[in-house]
């Protein structure tokens, strides 16, 4: 089979957003670049004069399967990522060693609470 790449680009794309937010920033030229190469492809494939249906829906299915392995090992390596922080940050602050992961209360997502620190004026003031 082929190398996973579909899913290291889901799982590269989650670790540059959990170590930089303005990771996105960076990542989406090149994500629009690859989608509209893809959707190219496609375009041209659809555009011939011959019969070509197998080819199109091959090229579309292929597409379709591309897209969903990048969600699902973006996904993962978010929820690795937000269990992981949410032990640290809990032990650390609880000081001992047994933690709840099933309070959904207490549940840290890195990027969301740095966006919502940044989005304070009086904290870009410091």
Known sequence: DSPPKPYLLGVITA?????RI??????????????YENAMQYVSLFKRKTDN???????????????????????LCCLFHVIVDTIYVLWRNQKRSTVNLFDLSSVVVAPWNNLLYNLKSENLKK
């Open 15 to 19: 670790f540059g957003c959990f170590s």
């Open 22 to 35: 303005t990771f996105p920033a960076f990542v989406l030229p090149t994500i629009l670049f690859s989608l």
């Open 53 to 75: 249906t197998p080819a199109v829906l091959m090229q579309l299915k292929e597409c379709i399967f591309f897209t969903l392995k990048s969600i699902i090992g973006f996904s």
